[in-house]
C-alpha cells in the first residue's frame, strides 16, 4: 500500500540527548514536510523540502534538522537544543500542483516525551 | 505564523444536527483545504477550494470561500458520532507550496 511511514510511534528522550524522527514515503512525492502539534493546538512547521537535497526552514526550525537524501526519506533530528520536545510530530508529503492544489498527506505521528 | 485561525475553538452538537466551523486568514492563497484529525492519529484531507470558486460539495460536506474576507466555513449536515475529531483549515501562499494550518475546532457529537 502506498503512504507514509513514521517510526517510532512513542519515543522518551533524556535531556541533552539528539534524536532522530524517521519517515519514510512511497508515494512519489516531490515535497515532504514536519510539523509539530502540542495538544490541543494545531500544527506548526518545523521544516520542509520541495525536492531532495534541499530543504527550507518553516517557522519553528529552532533545535531541529533534517537532510533529504532520498526523494524517499526526510528524517527529522530533535537536537539537545531544542528546549520544550515533548510534543507530537507528523510528517508528510505532496506532490504540489497550481492546478491540482497542494494536496498534502500525512503519516500517523510520533509522539516524543522527555524524561 | 499562524495563516488561519478557526472558530469556534471547540463545538458540541447532537447527531443528526448541522456543524458550522469557520477558518479566516491573512494573505492571498492559491487554495483552501479542510483536513480531519481523529485524535492522536495523522490528518486526513477532506476537501479542496481553490481562490476561484465560492462553493463546493462533497458528500455532508459543504465548503464556502470568500476571498474578499478570506475566510472560508465548513458545514458538516446530519452529523454522525463518528464525525467526532478535529478539523483544519490550509492555505497555501501565493508563489509558495507551503502549507500553513489553523488551529482547528474541536468537534464533538454526542448521540
Known amino acids: 500500500d502506498g503512504g507514509i511511514t513514521q517510526s517510532p510511534k512513542y519515543l522518551f528522550r533524556k535531556e541533552g540527548q539528539n534524536v532522530t524522527l524517521s519517515c519514510e514515503q512511497n508515494?512519489?512525492?516531490?515535497?515532504m514536510y514536519w510539523y509539530r502539534q502540542d495538544p490541543g493546538q494545531g500544527l506548526r512547521l518545523i521544516y520542509y523540502?520541495?525536492?531532495?537535497?534541499?530543504?527550507q526552514k518553516g517557522d519553528i526550525a529552532e533545535g531541529y534538522s533534517v537532510s533529504r537524501e532520498k526523494k524517499e526519506s526526510f528524517p527529522l533530528t530533535v537536537t539537545s537544543a531544542q528546549k520544550n520536545p515533548t510534543a507530537f510530530y507528523l510528517c508528510?508529503?505532496?506532490?504540489?500542483?497550481?492546478?491540482?492544489?497542494?494536496?498534502?498527506?500525512f503519516g500517523e505521528g510520533s509522539w516524543l516525551t522527555v524524561v | 505564523s499562524q495563516q488561519g485561525e478557526e472558530d469556534p475553538q471547540a463545538l458540541s452538537i447532537q447527531e443528526g444536527e448541522n456543524a458550522t466551523m469557520n477558518c479566516s486568514y491573512k494573505?492571498?492563497?492559491?487554495?483552501l483545504q479542510w483536513y480531519r484529525q481523529n485524535s492522536g492519529r495523522g490528518l486526513v484531507h477532506l476537501i479542496l477550494?481553490?481562490?476561484?470558486?465560492r462553493e463546493k460539495h462533497s458528500g455532508r460536506l459543504r465548503v464556502t470561500l470568500d476571498t474578499s474576507k478570506k475566510s472560508s466555513s465548513l458545514l458538516i449536515t446530519a452529523s454522525r458520532a463518528a464525525d467526532t475529531a478535529s478539523y483544519f483549515c490550509?492555505?497555501?501562499?501565493?508563489?509558495?507550496?507551503?502549507?500553513?494550518f489553523g488551529t482547528g475546532t474541536r468537534l464533538q457529537v454526542f448521540p
Open positions: 508528510a508529503s505532496s506532490r504540489p500542483g497550481r492546478t491540482t492544489g497542494n494536496t498534502i498527506y
Open positions: 508515494l512519489n512525492h516531490d515535497a
Open positions: 523540502s520541495q525536492i531532495v537535497n534541499d530543504f
Open positions: 494573505t492571498s492563497i492559491n487554495n
Open positions: 477550494i481553490r481562490s476561484n470558486e
Open positions: 490550509a492555505t497555501d501562499e501565493e508563489n509558495t507550496d507551503k502549507l500553513i
